[in-house]
């Protein structure tokens, strides 16, 4: 059972615009929502995180919304650059912090 | 301040040889991670250190997997014997007093 959701599997988008990638999830309990950015051959870095009592959190360019009825949160990639092209996978974890990650969605953004 | 650091980078090695990875997480941090990531996936949990003692293992296949973290600071995962399904990269990571995990880059393993 897939606990964290993600999508879309791959994105591409132009240079200056808006990339979106959302995540759904299935645990109450989770109570913390980050968002980590790979490069290839390094580890997943914290890009961004949120927890479930407020509903966006803006750092910079990057943005979580996120909708505790619903059970969902996205990240918004505001003016998109090359430099952000990466994985960036959404992930959720408990007060235990065993931390669920999604499957990974590959942006590419387009110069 | 230096990041969690992973050694080797890479290894490739036959099946049903052994093969041991090496962390060293980054100074002060008490809670070390290893996560296992296949192509395309994110991470997934092996085992959860606090301090010495191993507080989450439920994700470790015991039968060929085995960690440790002697005096609380270095760690090393050991697998023996390797089958081709364990190819992946394995990830270390430490965590200190707030719930941020820094990761290190990872042992990429090829099994043949």
């Known amino acids: 059972q897939q606990q964290v959701k993600q999508s879309p599997q791959s994105l591409i988008v132009q240079k200056g615009g808006i990339s979106i990638i959302n995540c759904a999830y299935e645990n109450t309990a989770f109570d913390y929502f980050p968002w980590y950015q790979q490069f290839p051959g390094k580890g997943p870095a914290l890009l961004i995180a949120i927890r479930p009592d407020v509903s966006e959190k803006k750092e910079g360019r990057f943005t979580i919304s996120f909708n505790k009825s619903a059970k969902q949160f996205s990240l918004h990639i505001m003016d998109s650059q090359p430099g952000d092209s990466a994985t960036y996978f959404c992930?959720?974890?408990?007060?235990?912090?065993?931390?669920?990650f999604g499957k990974g969605t590959r942006l590419h953004i387009l110069p | 301040e230096a990041g969690v650091v992973q050694s080797p980078r890479y290894k490739i090695i036959e099946k049903k040889q052994p093969v041991a990875f090496w962390c060293n997480p980054i100074s002060g941090h008490n809670t070390l991670y290893w996560y296992l990531q296949n192509l395309g996936q994110g991470p997934e949990l092996l085992i959860r250190?606090?301090?010495?003692?191993?507080?989450?293992d439920s994700q470790l296949p015991k039968d060929r997997f085995s960690a440790e973290r002697l005096k609380g600071v270095d760690s090393t995962l050991k697998i023996q014997p390797a089958e081709l399904g364990d190819s992946a990269v394995y990830l270390c990571?430490?965590?200190?007093?707030?719930?941020?995990?820094?990761f290190g880059p990872g042992t990429r393993l090829t099994v043949l």
């Open positions: 250190y606090e301090n010495e003692e191993a507080v989450d």
């Open positions: 990571a430490s965590r200190g007093d707030d719930n941020e995990q820094f």
């Open positions: 992930a959720a974890s408990m007060r235990d912090d065993k931390i669920i």
